[in-house]
């Protein structure tokens, strides 16, 4: 089994934050596949459904921590060692502030590069799993973030954040085989970053 997670912040005030851009991402790729309806479990919201990948269903989890940003870990060390799911088979969906809007890049362990729900996950399981990393650019000042993070995002955003909650749905079955290097290439070609664009806030 698979374990897709996506962090955010429950609750429709934060919804269309910044910082719960992990949420949209396996969102998508939970309704592009059909996954079943959302429950609670582990302090989480949890769809379980399969994904297609070379002729093959390959059964996936996907879980959104109910616990806030800072307390995600809980939910993913539970679920991880409930289903028995090894690190490398647990992609993390989340924000990235070094990465310019709409970048997006997967790597295995790391840092976690002042990421509150990174270092909550990693107190539980460790720092071996893999990240999907989403842009959504840098405020300019440390001052600055945590007001960025929690603000919705900008107008100018939404044509970034559609087409590539669209790319990763699509890419899915890279993903659900372990081909990293092809999911992260493929949502790239699909839906590239505009960085030709000027930043708009």
Known sequence: MLLIVGLG???????????NIGFMAVEAIAEAHGFGPARKKFNALVREGFIESGGRRIKALI???????????????????????PKEK??????????????????YGGGIAGHNGLRSI???????F????????????????HGYVLSDFSKADQDWIAPLRDAIARSADH?????MDKFQTRVNHLAPAPTSKPRRN
């Not at 647990?90 to 790597?107: A, Q, T």
Request: aromatic share 8%.
């Open 9 to 19: 912040n429950p609750g429709a005030k934060y919804r269309n934050n910044r910082h």
């Open 63 to 85: 879980l959104e921590p109910q616990t806030f940003m800072n307390e995600s870990g809980r939910a993913v060390g539970a679920a991880a060692q409930f289903y028995k799911i």
């Open 90 to 107: 647990i992609i993390v969906f989340h924000d990235e502030l070094d990465l310019e809007p709409g970048k997006f890049r997967v790597k």
């Open 122 to 128: 990693r107190t539980q399981i460790g720092p071996e």
């Open 130 to 145: 893999w990240r999907a990393r989403i842009g959504i650019g840098h405020p300019g000042h440390k001052d600055r973030v």
């Open 175 to 179: 993903l659900a085989s372990g081909e």
